[in-house]
């Protein structure tokens, strides 16, 4: 029913810079057409572009592809994604960074360092969410890597409460803002709409 449309958004998300496994692209491809989409319809889609080379395994173990030759980014990324744990969120944020970070041609072991920080933001803005998408925003501008991720908030006093130090180390949000803490030289929670709406900010020299 949607074969070309699939195919089409597959090239779309492999340009974005998005690399995943077949089941995150299904989750990807799924998000994208509100679930309407047939299991064994993707997979031939999915397997017939692997053959044809329009796809690339980068990794045996995870089994994860992504597109043969991916476009040129933008100075500015930004994009809202859905932030249902079925739509492989994390993946998608996380998969799109990296690949922004190797065209600016960063060393691995910075771009990795980077991703430990960023994938604790993303998470916090997946669990933490109160709606169904959350906003990515990042760039690189005067040797230093920005970025902001914005959502929507659960009704939790969570500034209140970090700042009165309730938030131990066994806390899913203050472990992540502690190893954010550690990987970003500047890192900032602004809240708005009455703290329904948060934003986090983060700055690292490259």
């Known amino acids: 029913?949607?074969?070309g449309k699939i195919e089409t958004l597959i090239i779309e998300l492999g340009n974005s810079g998005c690399s995943g496994n077949p089941g995150d692209f299904f989750n990807w491809?799924?998000?994208a057409f509100s679930g309407d989409v047939d299991p064994n319809e993707f997979n031939r889609i999915f397997q017939k572009m692997v053959q044809s080379g329009v796809l690339k395994e980068v990794n045996s173990t995870t089994g994860n592809f992504k597109a043969r030759d991916v476009k040129k980014f933008s100075e500015i990324i930004e994009y809202t994604a859905s932030s249902?744990?079925?739509h492989s969120p994390?993946?998608?944020?996380?998969?799109?960074?990296?690949?922004?970070?190797?065209?600016?041609?960063l060393d691995e072991d910075t771009v990795n360092f980077i991703l430990i920080g960023a994938t604790e933001g993303f998470e916090n803005a997946v669990k933490y969410n109160a709606g169904d998408t959350f906003t990515v925003r990042y760039?690189?501008?005067?040797?230093?890597?920005?970025?902001?991720?914005?959502?929507r908030m659960k009704h939790v006093t969570v500034e209140e409460n970090i700042k009165a130090g309730k938030f131990d180390s066994s806390t899913t949000l203050m472990r992540g803002m502690l190893v954010m803490d550690k990987?970003?030289?500047?890192?900032?929670?602004?809240?708005?709409?009455?703290?329904?709406?948060a934003t986090l900010m983060i700055r690292k020299k490259l």
């Not at 994390?90 to 190797?102: C, D, G, M, T, V």
């Not at 760039?139 to 959502?151: A, C, S």
């Not at 970003?184 to 709406?197: P, R, T």
């Open 29 to 31: 491809v799924k998000a």
């Open 139 to 151: 760039w690189i501008k005067g040797g230093e890597f920005h970025m902001e991720v914005t959502n």
């Open 90 to 105: 994390i993946q998608f944020a996380r998969s799109k960074l990296e690949s922004y970070l190797f065209f600016h041609n």
């Open 1 to 3: 029913m949607h074969n």
């Open 84 to 86: 249902r744990y079925d």
């Open 183 to 197: 990987v970003f030289d500047f890192m900032d929670l602004n809240f708005s709409e009455g703290h329904q709406l």
